[in-house]
């Protein structure tokens, strides 16, 4: 009788090998997860709302961008397209188009070149779900392609389409569900492949007491984003102009990013958006820009001023001169800013910590005094 042979290998590695799956790796090698690419934006507010970081930026796996008309969003989504454009010079977008209401010119504006964006026109659910996930199928992980959709709210189901064309007025139950579907199909080709998708959405205000604001479509949006960010905005004015516009970024859900965050984005008619938009806001909210007189602006040394008695604030100031709001948009008022722990306050404040979750046992004078109660 022969004698069988003991495979010398690890049981890891036979695992591996049998997988039938090609990606299967020990997670510590695992490219799924400490090998994923991150594009950072010029607007550093952009990069806090997307990782809870300064110098953060976008990851692979779907964004979705939602709320009113005139809230942003498709620039908003552009603007992250033009970032990863601009980082990987073999990039290409593919545009999945229902609204086509995006005019070339905000392509332009967002220094995307329009060569290298595909534009794939759809009219229902079912066409977008068979040529993305085709299109998903036939790149590779090392292909650098943004996906881009505008918009998931403003697009018919199949079954729709085919009641209109038979004059049937019934409810559409199936277009919830073929959302869902393509959410749940495309969760793992994002991550498997390393790229982005960033989805506009629309919102509607639920019914009850205290209103609030729903992403449209379905669960499945909320189950398969990564991210969604629920959109707000108010008005800036000179006077009684209207200047412009600050967006806030709300962070509904997020895997980075504490959820409930707010992050503010101005816009003005007149400088458009600036790198250092909605950081004004953020520092104020830190002590890192303080208004000692009203209207004006001056950043301080939290670390300096923490030691400084009340009278003796203005030592920790950054700046020989206090300067306007709108002249805080420029490397001389943000620079020294930068050099202090700044960025490590944006952290704590935004980030999602690494925690313990479980403490390893039961401090001694907690456990004395447990007493178990049986119901008869």
Same mark, same amino acid.
């Given at each position: 009788? @022969?004698?069988?042979?003991? &495979?010398?290998?690890?049981?890891?590695?036979?695992?591996?090998?049998?997988?039938?799956?090609?990606?299967? =790796?020990?997670?510590?090698?695992?490219?799924? +997860?400490?090998?994923?690419?991150?594009?950072?934006?010029?607007? %550093?507010?952009?990069?806090?709302?997307?990782?809870?970081?300064?110098?953060?930026?976008?990851?692979?796996?779907?964004?979705?961008?939602?709320? #009113?008309?005139?809230?942003?969003?498709?620039?908003?989504?552009?603007?992250?397209?033009?970032?990863?454009?601009?980082?990987?010079?073999?990039?290409?977008?593919?545009?999945?188009?229902?609204?086509?209401?995006?005019?070339?010119?905000?392509?332009? @504006?967002?220094?995307?070149?329009?060569?290298?964006?595909? /534009?794939?026109?759809?009219?229902?659910? !079912?066409?977008?779900?068979?040529?993305?996930?085709?299109?998903?199928?036939?790149?590779?992980?090392?292909?650098?392609?943004?996906?881009?959709?505008?918009?998931?709210?403003?697009?018919?189901?199949?079954?729709?389409?085919?009641?209109?064309?038979?004059?049937?007025?019934?409810?559409?139950?199936?277009?919830?569900?073929?959302?869902?579907?393509?959410?749940?199909?495309?969760?793992?080709?994002?991550?498997? %492949?390393?790229?982005?998708?960033?989805?506009?959405?629309?919102?509607?205000?639920?019914?009850?007491?205290? #209103?609030?604001?729903?992403?449209?479509?379905?669960?499945?949006?909320?189950?398969?984003?990564?991210?969604?960010?629920?959109?707000?905005?108010?008005?800036?004015?000179?006077?009684?102009?209207?200047?412009? +516009?600050?967006?806030?970024?709300?962070?509904?859900?997020?895997?980075?990013?504490?959820?409930?965050?707010?992050?503010?984005?101005?816009?003005?008619?007149?400088?458009?958006?600036?790198? +250092?938009?909605?950081?004004?806001?953020?520092?104020?909210?830190?002590?890192?820009?303080?208004?000692?007189?009203?209207?004006?602006?001056?950043?301080?040394?939290?670390?300096?001023?923490?030691?400084?008695?009340?009278?003796?604030?203005?030592?920790?100031?950054? /700046? !020989?001169?206090?300067?306007?709001?709108?002249? =805080?948009?420029?490397?001389?008022?943000?620079?020294?800013?930068?050099?202090?722990?700044?960025?490590?306050?944006?952290? %704590?404040?935004? @980030?999602?910590?690494?925690?313990?979750?479980?403490?390893?046992?039961?401090? !001694?004078?907690? &456990?004395? &005094?447990? !007493?178990?109660?049986?119901?008869?």
């Amino acid at each position: 009788m @022969a004698k069988q042979t003991k &495979d010398k290998r690890s049981l890891m590695e036979r695992i591996k090998a049998t997988s039938v799956i090609k990606e299967s =790796t020990p997670l510590n090698d695992s490219k799924l +997860y400490s090998g994923q690419a991150m594009c950072s934006t010029a607007v %550093k507010a952009l990069n806090i709302a997307l990782s809870g970081k300064i110098d953060g930026g976008l990851g692979s796996g779907a964004l979705t961008i939602a709320g #009113p008309s005139r809230h942003f969003k498709s620039l908003m989504g552009l603007i992250l397209a033009g970032a990863y454009l601009q980082k990987h010079e073999d990039a290409v977008m593919l545009f999945y188009d229902s609204e086509f209401g995006t005019p070339e010119k905000y392509f332009d @504006a967002c220094g995307i070149d329009r060569s290298r964006v595909m /534009h794939i026109p759809v009219k229902n659910i !079912e066409e977008l779900k068979f040529d993305i996930v085709k299109q998903m199928e036939g790149i590779e992980r090392n292909d650098h392609v943004f996906f881009f959709l505008d918009s998931i709210g403003n697009i018919a189901s199949k079954k729709e389409i085919d009641d209109a064309l038979n004059d049937k007025s019934v409810a559409d139950m199936t277009r919830a569900k073929a959302i869902k579907s393509l959410y749940r199909m495309i969760t793992p080709y994002l991550t498997i %492949k390393d790229v982005p998708f960033v989805a506009i959405a629309h919102t509607y205000e639920e019914m009850g007491l205290f #209103p609030k604001q729903i992403v449209s479509g379905g669960k499945g949006i909320m189950y398969g984003s990564n991210a969604i960010w629920m959109m707000g905005r108010r008005q800036e004015k000179e006077g009684t102009d209207i200047a412009g +516009y600050t967006f806030t970024i709300n962070i509904e859900k997020s895997r980075f990013v504490r959820e409930k965050s707010k992050v503010p984005i101005m816009v003005t008619y007149e400088g458009g958006l600036s790198k +250092y938009s909605g950081l004004i806001d953020i520092a104020k909210e830190g002590g890192y820009v303080v208004s000692e007189k009203q209207g004006w602006y001056v950043g301080r040394d939290m670390t300096l001023a923490k030691t400084l008695g009340k009278d003796e604030k203005s030592e920790a100031n950054l /700046h !020989e001169k206090n300067y306007r709001l709108k002249e =805080t948009n420029c490397a001389a008022f943000w620079d020294p800013i930068f050099e202090t722990d700044f960025d490590e306050y944006i952290e %704590k404040r935004y @980030a999602l910590g690494n925690i313990k979750l479980m403490d390893d046992e039961i401090p !001694e004078d907690e &456990d004395e &005094d447990l !007493e178990f109660v049986v119901e008869e």
